[in-house]
């Protein structure tokens, strides 16, 4: 008597590597550019259009202000998204926080200004900056996990590298473009854009954002659910209320990996948002600075970013060798010494900025590409989206929200020197020492449990 051959299961449908990497990339690359935009934006254009004429300093500082009020929005966003995504899955989460960052992106692009409704122009701008600030709470985590969930074995930090150089590649992007309409749009004064661009070229980079999210959305709609996750439902064990089951089983790896992020949020944030106003601000203002042209300086940073970017990769197959902690414990010493080479290495000249700008942007890198593996390794599939997102977000308060405007305090209290900012970094820097050194080596921990 035959039997029918039986024929076998067919198995799930796994992610490409392509694709992986892809989905991952191309997401934070588009969230990040649009962060960036507003970042400069906060630097070169807000502080003329959206608040009174007056103090410089008063309306680089409230530009800051509102660009630290996203920071706020960003763990709502990462209990929001996380929620989702513990909860229904990571691409329909990823897909809702893309178009949610693109929209409020877009929006700014048509803002009235001061002139034209006073305060309801800063108003609608804050609303806008806290609506990108919630977007991004969800954005990052989810990426790294697409990549991280997905990674073969033995290669979680280098795939989780790729979420982390749409950063370095957003901001090329993001600054590049305002380059060329700065450009294209000249300038008789150093320290101010031209009437054309402040007129209406600053909104090009916004609403080119639209045709990003459309890419973006195009290669995410295509993602299936990560391995980790699909055997988290067939198991039964997804959470009914995520934050909740983190915040009592895993608060210890909440506190850690807050204070991991801390050093990269404020390096971050220092090299990027404030060295522009620093390079940017004249050698004989009341606060003075080195008195570089924007295209100029913004060239200078462009240059460092390429290092961020080379770094963020280099840094990912160092992790999988030497481990996540040993790795960072390393990088991070060389910020607190960085932190301290301030003043020598502004004083130097063009060849010493330039140096100041490669050596913060490659410990940047350095300290930014290890935790897309780091921070999602802490918890498990159940509430990986919302204890990593958590951990990454609260940080960017402690870090990201007040680092420009004590960067700026501190630059007042120096009478223009940096010293003092350097010491700010250095010291975050040593919080993030100490938290490495309580922590464990996730390396070896299984991603699946």
């Keep these: 008597m035959s039997t029918a051959p039986v024929a076998p299961a067919s198995a799930p449908p796994v992610n490409s590597r392509r694709k992986v990497v892809a989905a991952s990339l191309v997401g934070t690359t588009i969230e990040f550019y ?37 920071m706020v929005a960003r763990p709502l966003g990462a209990i ?21 960052m693109g929209i409020a992106t877009f929006l700014i692009g048509v803002l009235p200004t001061y002139g034209a ?10 609303v806008m900056r806290l609506a990108q600030g919630f977007a991004l709470g969800g954005e990052w985590s989810g990426a790294a996990l697409v990549a991280t969930e997905n990674a073969p074995e033995g290669k979680r ?10 950063a370095p590649l957003g ?10 309409i700065t450009v294209w749009m000249p300038s008789d004064d150093p320290s101010r854009p031209s009437d054309t661009f402040l007129e209406w070229g600053w909104r090009l980079p916004f609403l080119f954002s639209a045709v990003m999210v459309a890419v973006g959305l195009w290669v995410r709609l295509s993602l299936v659910e990560s391995p980790a996750f699909t055997r988290t439902v067939e198991a039964g064990k997804v959470q009914k209320l995520p934050l909740a089951a983190t915040f009592r089983g895993y608060w210890r790896e909440l506190v850690l990996g807050t204070f991991y992020m801390l050093a990269t949020y404020v390096l971050f944030y220092l090299m990027t948002t404030f060295s522009l106003s620093y390079g940017r601000a004249a050698t004989d203002a009341d606060t003075p600075g080195l008195g570089y042209s924007y295209n100029t300086f913004v060239l200078m940073m462009i240059a460092g970013v390429v290092f961020f970017g080379i770094f963020t990769l280099v840094s990912g197959p160092l992790a999988d060798r030497w481990g996540r902690r040993r790795t960072l414990i390393v990088v991070t010493l060389l910020i607190i010494v960085f932190g301290l080479l301030w003043v020598p290495l502004l004083d130097a000249g063009d060849v010493g900025v330039m140096a100041f700008l490669i050596v913060g942007f490659t410990l940047m890198g350095s300290t930014f590409g290890p935790m897309g593996a780091l921070l999602p390794e802490l918890f498990p599939t159940a509430v990986r989206y919302t204890g990593s997102g958590v951990s990454y977000n609260v940080s960017s308060i ?7 405007f004590i960067a700026v305090w501190l630059w ?9 900012v350097g010491v700010y970094l250095s010291s975050m820097a040593t919080l993030t020492l100490v938290a490495l050194l309580l922590g464990k080596e996730t390396r070896d921990l299984d991603i699946d449990r």
Excluded: C, M
């Excluded at 410089?56 to 530009?63: G, I, N, P, Q």
């Excluded at 996380?82 to 989460?93: A, Q």
């Design 34 to 70: 649009d962060f960036y935009v507003y970042a400069t934006a906060a630097v070169l254009v807000f502080p003329h259009l959206f608040f009174p004429e007056g103090n410089d300093t008063t309306a680089l500082l409230a530009s800051f202000a509102v660009f630290g009020a996203a």
């Design 80 to 100: 929001f998204f996380g929620h989702l995504g513990d909860r229904s899955g990571r691409k329909t989460t990823l897909v809702a926080a893309l178009l949610t």
């Design 117 to 126: 409704v006073g305060w309801f122009a800063p108003f609608l701008l804050v």
């Design 157 to 166: 930090a280098w795939y989780g590298t790729f979420p982390q150089l749409g």
């Design 171 to 180: 901001f090329i992007i993001a600054n590049g473009l305002f380059l060329l």
């Design 398 to 404: 402690l870090g990201a929200a007040v680092a420009p």
């Design 412 to 420: 007042n209290v120096g009478d223009g020197s940096p010293f003092w």
